[in-house]
């Protein structure tokens, strides 16, 4: 079984940053491509960014230039610095990971950003 836990939300001003971490356990499948989504009120879960097993990254335009994702595999952790934050990146991010069976999700942390 394969199980997600992200961590790192919270409320911070616009212009703040925030980390977020994804600890993956997996007892048998290999990790292959990771990435973070997000929700906002009111909207459907969109895109943010992906790192696949070999550090390469690929981010939704929104984000490019302040988000910046990257992953441990020796940790199965996988991370996302945001800076320069905006009221408009507010919502519940979640964590989701390939294998070769099938993909996984986490809860979901909230990031709040105030104006």
């Known amino acids: 079984q394969v199980q997600l836990v992200e961590s790192g939300g919270g409320l911070v001003q616009a212009g703040g940053s925030l980390s977020l971490s994804c600890v993956v356990t997996?007892?048998?499948?290999?990790?292959?491509?990771m990435g973070w989504y997000r929700q906002a009120p009111g909207q459907q879960r969109e895109f943010v960014g992906g790192?696949?097993?070999?550090?390469?990254?690929l981010y939704a335009e929104s984000v490019k230039g302040r988000f910046t994702i990257s992953r441990d595999n020796d940790k199965n952790t996988m991370y996302l610095q945001m800076n320069s934050l905006k009221p408009e990146d507010t919502g519940v991010y979640f964590c989701?990971?390939?294998?070769?069976?099938?993909?996984?999700w986490g809860r979901g942390t909230q990031v709040t950003v105030s104006s």
């Open positions: 989701k990971v390939q294998t070769w069976r099938a993909n996984y």
């Open positions: 997996t007892s048998a499948d290999r990790i292959d491509d």
């Open positions: 790192i696949n097993t070999g550090g390469n990254t």
